[in-house]
């Protein structure tokens, strides 16, 4: 296989995927069963997914022409956490996954542990095609988007997890863990809010200097 750029002009290709894979089988998509036959779509996670596309660091596995993995990578600056977003979530299953992340945004403040920085890049969606996982495919895009994030001149990088795979995989990649909650302590009114399956016990922030 290949590592390619993806751009908008892959947004098709890109989509067919995630609806095949990611959005099947990333932990708590599973679980909340954010797709299913009844609901096909999440156009929210779509929108989500392929917002900035033209960033210049978005990267496919390519085998055969075909896609069989994705790196969907995003730049974050110092203080995006108070700028509003530009687009709404109306999805009730993918709201809770955003009031996740956001939570970990917060709680995690990765700006913090890097004061000399201002820019970082992230990696927001990892996916794989299901035959073809285990051979280190994830582990390359992410090595890519680290060459990518270091010629962007981003001083860090940093991931939220939340598949324990992603966590092995930075972690063989030398990432340090800076953040980790577990799903059994992320409530709301009292419920416990996401119960992956095992091994997924805790979405967790990974980081690397540059
Ligand atoms: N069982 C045990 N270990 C596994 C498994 C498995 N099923 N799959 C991967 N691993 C381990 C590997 O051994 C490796 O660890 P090591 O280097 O210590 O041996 C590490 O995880 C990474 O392995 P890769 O082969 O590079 O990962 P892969 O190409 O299989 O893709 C991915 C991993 C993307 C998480 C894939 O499992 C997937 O698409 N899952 C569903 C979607 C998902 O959960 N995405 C990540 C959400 S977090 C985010 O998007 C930022």
């Known amino acids: 296989y290949d590592i390619q750029l993806a751009t908008s002009a892959d947004k098709e290709d890109i989509l067919i995927f995630l609806r095949e894979f990611f959005f099947k089988d990333e932990p708590l998509n599973n679980y909340l069963g954010l797709i299913s036959e009844d609901r096909p779509r999440c156009i929210d996670l779509e929108e989500y997914c392929t917002k900035e596309l033209d960033n210049g660091l978005n990267l496919k596995a390519v085998h055969n022409g075909k896609i069989i ?4 990578n995003g730049i974050l600056e110092r203080g995006y956490l108070d700028k509003e977003d530009d687009y709404k979530v109306t999805d009730p299953k ?3 996954i955003i009031r996740l992340l956001d939570r970990v945004g ?3 403040d990765i700006f913090a542990r890097f004061p000399e920085f201002d820019k970082t890049v992230t990696v927001k969606i990892l996916s ?3 035959a073809y996982r285990g051979q280190g495919i994830a582990k390359e895009l992410v090595n890519k988007t680290r060459e990518l994030g270091k ?4 001083g860090f ?3 939220d997890c939340t598949s324990h795979f992603t966590a092995l995989a930075l972690r063989k990649l030398g990432f340090e ?3 980790s909650l577990k799903y059994a302590d992320h409530k709301e009114n009292g419920q416990v809010v996401f119960k992956p399956e095992k091994p997924h016990e805790a979405v967790t922030v990974y980081v690397q200097k540059f």
């Open 94 to 96: 993918f709201s809770k």
């Open 151 to 154: 010629q962007y001149g981003a």
């Open 177 to 179: 863990l800076h953040y």
């Open 69 to 72: 993995g994705l790196s969907l």
């Open 157 to 159: 990088m940093a991931v």
């Open 106 to 108: 917060k709680e995690s």
């Open 128 to 130: 794989v095609n299901g």
